[in-house]
Each structure stands twice: as C-alpha cells, then as structure tokens.
Nanobody, 125 residues
Framework: QVQLVESGGGSVQAGGSLRLVCAAS??????LAWFRRAPGKEREAVAA???????SYADSVKGRFTISQDNAKNTLYLQMKSLKPEDTAMYYC?????????????????????WGQGTQVTVSS
C-alpha cells in the first residue's frame, strides 16, 4: 500500500521560500506530482516528475518551483521560491502508475490513485 505524508508547509511573506517534503512508502517507480487547491478554486497540478526524472510544471510556477525526488530516501520535494500570495493553498503530493509520457501536469489529477493529507502554504503580501 502506497502511503504519502507531506510536511514543510507554513506561513511566509511574499518573495520568501519554502520546501515541501513528501515521504513515500510502499511505492516503486511511479509518476509523482504536487497539486494544490486554494479556497474556492479547482485543484491545480503544480509539478510532476516521471520515473526517468523528467519534470513538468504549471505555467504559473515555472521558474519559481522545482520538483525533485530522492529515490534512496523515497522522498519527493517541492522547492518553492519567490512565493506570491496567489500561491496560498493546500498542497498535496500524489502518485500513480504511469508511462513516462503520461506523467505531466497537462493530464491533471483524475487518475492519481494515491494522495497525501496535504500541507498548508500561506503567503502574505
């Protein structure tokens, strides 16, 4: 059974940085991604990384966020820099079995089977 546990959220001022961590267990060579949901908005795919290490990002975070993974530690990261108030949301990590070409933010989150409980990020102006 795949289990995902996020941490690293918090409150920060605009322009600041945070690093989210997703500790994973029970998984092997899966498509991993970060999603977020802000109050009153739909869930948004933020970043994804496939089993070969290729990444994709939402246009809204390109150049500011970096997704990475440490396979030895079964850990997924989201480094967030130059944070903006509009980045305020609950952030979730998710995993699915997928061909690399289908592991992208372009495909949304409908077919992600495994989800963490979320970690809150609040950016103040």
């Amino acid at each position: 059974q795949v289990q995902l546990v996020e941490s690293g959220g918090g409150s920060v001022q605009a322009g600041g940085s945070l690093r989210l961590v997703c500790a994973a267990s029970g998984y092997s060579r899966m498509c991993l991604a970060w999603f977020r949901r802000a109050p009153g908005k739909e869930r948004e795919a933020v970043a994804a990384i496939d089993i070969d290490g290729f990444t994709s990002y939402a246009d809204s975070v390109k150049g500011r966020f970096t997704i990475s993974q440490d396979n030895a530690k079964n850990t997924l990261y989201l480094q967030m820099k130059s944070l903006k108030p509009e980045d305020t949301a609950m952030y979730y990590c998710a995993a699915k079995f997928s061909l690399p070409q289908l592991c992208s933010v372009d495909y949304g989150g409908a077919d992600f089977r495994y989800w963490g409980q979320g970690t809150q990020v609040t950016v103040s102006s």
